[in-house]
């Protein structure tokens, strides 16, 4: 793991880790009472779990929410989107596990659009690279995406996507995000 991702791990410790599974206080409570385990994926994704992520398309012209939260105790982590203006109204779900076999972290995404993908998410000293996303649109056709998330502040990360189906990159989007309250996911929710 890398050297900024522990530092983020230890500035944030153990005790929030658990307070991010907290679900909304209108839930059960036996969901309230969920704490979260020590996982790999929890690990190197504690930086970004328990929050809302507002971000801006570096266009101007879009908006995307992203909100992640620990499932099944910390063993996977579940991340809702939501994209409005220009490129929008579209939103997602995306599943982040630990693939023990591997010795990575995988994930697969569902769009509103009827799209899927799947992928891997490697810590780097900055924050994430996801160099092999294979994004299949409901017509059929596919695509191979890379994409970075690299952290920028202690409360800010950016999003930076390339497609690499071709025989050169295309950037597809560079999207700048803050943190924001847990909350729900307009659009979806």
């Not at 499932?71 to 997602?92: E, I, L, Q, S």
Request: glycine share 10%; proline share 5%.
């Amino acid at each position: 793991m890398t050297r900024m991702i522990r530092t983020i791990m230890a500035s944030i410790g153990v005790s929030a880790l658990a307070a991010c599974a907290t679900a909304n206080p209108s839930s059960p409570p036996e969901v309230l009472a969920t704490t979260v385990d020590q996982t790999p994926v929890m690990d190197a994704m504690a930086f970004f779990v328990g929050s809302c992520w507002d971000g801006v398309f570096s266009d101007g012209q879009s908006t995307d929410r992203h909100c992640l939260r620990a499932m099944n105790k910390g063993h996977f982590v579940r991340d809702r989107h939501f994209v409005d203006g220009a490129r929008g109204p579209y939103g997602g779900e995306t599943i982040f596990s630990w693939d023990a076999e591997e010795g990575r972290i995988v994930y697969i995404y569902f769009d509103t659009a009827g799209g899927k993908s799947e992928g891997t998410l490697i810590p780097v000293d900055d924050g994430f690279k996801a160099p092999d996303e294979v994004y299949e649109m409901a017509d059929g056709r596919s695509m191979t995406i890379a994409s970075a998330w690299v952290i920028t502040g202690p409360d800010s990360w950016e999003q930076r996507t390339q497609d690499v189906s071709g025989d050169a990159p295309k950037t597809l989007w560079t999207i700048a995000y803050d943190r924001a309250p847990l909350g729900t996911v307009e659009g979806l929710d």
